[in-house]
T-cell receptor
Framework: QKEVEQNSGPLSVPEGAIASLNCTYS??????FFWYRQYSGKSPELIMF????GDKEDGRFTAQLNKASQYVSLLIRDSQPSDSATYLC??????????FGKGTRLSVIA | GAVVSQHPSRVICKSGTSVKIECRSL??????MFWYRQFPKQSLMLMAT?????????EQGVEKDKFLINHASLTLSTLTVTSAHPEDSSFYIC???????????FGNGTRLTVT
């Protein structure tokens, strides 16, 4: 069974710090990796996706993928209180449905 | 960016009635749409996958006769919760994806409360 593991948190970081969110996955055939942000009571919102090993940067967000270690992470630089949310890691192989982790709750403290 | 519109955002209904939820992809053709359910403080649970013009594929434990899914066009999928019961109260979220490896985009969700 394909699994995506995330630490449920909460992860608390001070405002302005770097938040590091981690995710591991079990299916070596996974090809696409996504990070979603979900505020309480709202639906998930796509933040970033990454397909190749290495880093991908978009503004304050950096996604890192290491397929050999089956590990994907999301770094948030200069964390803001508005970044406080649950971050969902999602993984897909081929045309199959996304497999979601249970999410990590991030709390940025002003 | 890709926009997925879901309607209604909130619905309250009486036990035994049916509720229809619509999901539309506004600026792209969604070859595949997914329906999720999320209970409070729980993770997203995939209910079913629907491809335009074919029958939906339901996940284990999801009753296909209770949760009717129709994906009649490349921009519209509907989920009908038939004979709703209080235990069906949940946050239902649709999502849509274009062709290939394009990312999944979510609608704003429908909060269903069955009294």
């Amino acid at each position: 069974q394909k699994e995506v593991e995330q630490n449920s948190g909460p992860l608390s970081v001070p405002e302005g710090a770097i938040a590091s969110l981690n995710c591991t996955y079990s299916d070596r055939g996974s090809q696409s990796f996504f990070w979603y942000r979900q505020y309480s009571g709202k639906s998930p919102e796509l933040i970033m996706f990454i397909y190749s090993n290495g880093d991908k940067e978009d503004g304050r967000f950096t996604a890192q993928l290491n397929k050999a270690s089956q590990y994907v992470s999301l770094l948030i630089r200069d964390s803001q209180p508005s970044d406080s949310a649950t971050y969902l890691c999602a993984v897909r192989s081929g045309n199959t449905p996304l497999v979601f982790g249970k999410g990590t709750r991030l709390s940025v403290i002003a | 960016g890709a926009v997925v519109s879901q309607h209604p955002s909130r619905v309250i209904c009486k036990s035994g009635t049916s509720v229809k939820i619509e999901c539309r992809s506004l600026d792209f053709q969604a070859t595949t749409m997914f329906w999720y359910r999320q209970f409070p403080k729980q993770s997203l649970m995939l209910m079913a996958t629907s491809n335009e013009g074919s029958k939906a594929t339901y996940e284990q434990g999801v009753e296909k006769d209770k949760f009717l899914i129709n994906h009649a066009s490349l921009t519209l999928s509907t989920l009908t919760v038939t004979s709703a019961h209080p235990e069906d109260s949940s946050f239902y979220i649709c999502s849509a994806r274009g062709q290939g490896t394009s990312p999944l985009h979510f609608g704003n969700g429908t909060r269903l409360t069955v009294t």
